[in-house]
């Protein structure tokens, strides 16, 4: 009996049919990566700013121009490519730290200046602006926006700041101080995968 191989058509086929099985396998392999660094990015700002509330806790003193300051207020600025790790610090005795932020909030605003104190990934409060804790993560590839509650909006920078020594929360938007009754929301948006960090009035950090 003699052996008969495969036709030109059915090679063609079974090519066809290994292509688009290979073709999904990618797909969902990309997919998968796409959601894994998404839920990376959010996790870690999430982190970033409970590391920043966490160090508002604590009585920090530094040196700045051979004078002593007390640390305020630490936080994150976020702009549409990257954020970074922000510190509020002012000199003098007996500092309260919530009057300064009730009488003057515009202290704590740096929408509209830069800071000129970091804290850095090991959580050290330097003056060395090349390097505090800076996250790209590709930022500009995401949509970022907040909302208080209504619909989301569109912005180009945001300082949010925690209060020494509660950890409280105070938060500018585009140079406009943001009062809210329950959460400030984050939100992360990268083609179809939505995250959301809320921030309540009381401090509580939530990733959603």
Known sequence: MKNKGFTIFESTVVLLVSTIVLGAIFGLISLN???YEFQKTKLLLAENLRLAQDLSFKKIE???NNSTSTVCGIGILISKSNYLGI???T???NVDCYKIASDTPGEFNFTNKSPNLYFAKNAQII??????LIVFEEL???EIRYSTGNAPNSFNSSSIMFLHPYGDPLIY???NKIDFANKFNL???KNQDNATISITNAGQIISE
Do not use: C
């Not at 003056?127 to 505090?132: E, G």
């Open 33 to 35: 990566k796409n959601f």
């Open 62 to 64: 530094v040196n700045i």
């Open 87 to 89: 510190v509020y610090a």
């Open 91 to 93: 000199s003098g005795e």
């Open 127 to 132: 003056t060395d602006r090349n390097n505090p």
């Open 140 to 142: 500009k590839d995401y």
């Open 173 to 175: 938007v585009d140079n």
């Open 187 to 189: 939100i992360l948006t």
